[in-house]
Nanobody, 125 residues
Framework: QVQLVESGGGLVQAGGSLRLSCAASGGSFRWYDVAWFRQAPGKERGIVAY????????YYVDSVKGRFTIARDNAKNTVYLQMNSLKAEDTAVYYCAADGKMKGLLLRQSEYDYWGQGTQVTVSS
C-alpha cells in the first residue's frame, strides 16, 4: 500500500509559478497511474492532470492546458505538477491520487484508491 505526501504549495501572485511534488512511500510508484485533483472552497474536487505509470499518457483539464505540466520520476518515486501563469481561480487545495488497477485514464476521484493530505495553493490577484 502506497502513501502519498504532497509538498510545494504556497502563496504566489497571479502570473507566478509553483511546482508541486507528490512523493510516494511504501511501494514503487512505477506501478501506479497518478493524478492531481484540486478543491476550491465551496466546490467539488475535480481532476487537474493525469499521468500514466509509464509517463506516456497525460491528460489536462481544459482550464490548465498550456499552463500546467505533469511529469514523473519513477526512480525518485515522485510526480510533479509544474504550474505556470497562475490565476486567482487556481486557488485550491491540491491533492495527489494514485491508482494501481491498470484501468488507464481515470477522471473521477472515486476511482483512485490512494490520496495525499493535500497542499494549499493560493494565488493573489
Amino acid at each position: 500500500q502506497v502513501q502519498l505526501v504532497e509538498s510545494g504549495g504556497g502563496l504566489v501572485q497571479a502570473g507566478g509559478s509553483l511546482r508541486l511534488s507528490c512523493a510516494a512511500s511504501g511501494g514503487s510508484f512505477r506501478w501506479y497511474d497518478v493524478a492531481w485533483f484540486r478543491q476550491a472552497p465551496g466546490k467539488e474536487r475535480g481532476i487537474v492532470a493525469y499521468i500514466s505509470r509509464s509517463g506516456d499518457t497525460k491528460y489536462y483539464v481544459d482550464s490548465v492546458k498550456g499552463r500546467f505540466t505533469i511529469a514523473r520520476d519513477n526512480a525518485k518515486n515522485t510526480v510533479y505538477l509544474q504550474m505556470n501563469s497562475l490565476k486567482a481561480e487556481d486557488t485550491a487545495v491540491y491533492y495527489c491520487a494514485a491508482d494501481g488497477k491498470m484501468k488507464g485514464l481515470l477522471l473521477r476521484q472515486s476511482e483512485y484508491d490512494y490520496w495525499g493530505q493535500g497542499t494549499q495553493v493560493t494565488v493573489s490577484s
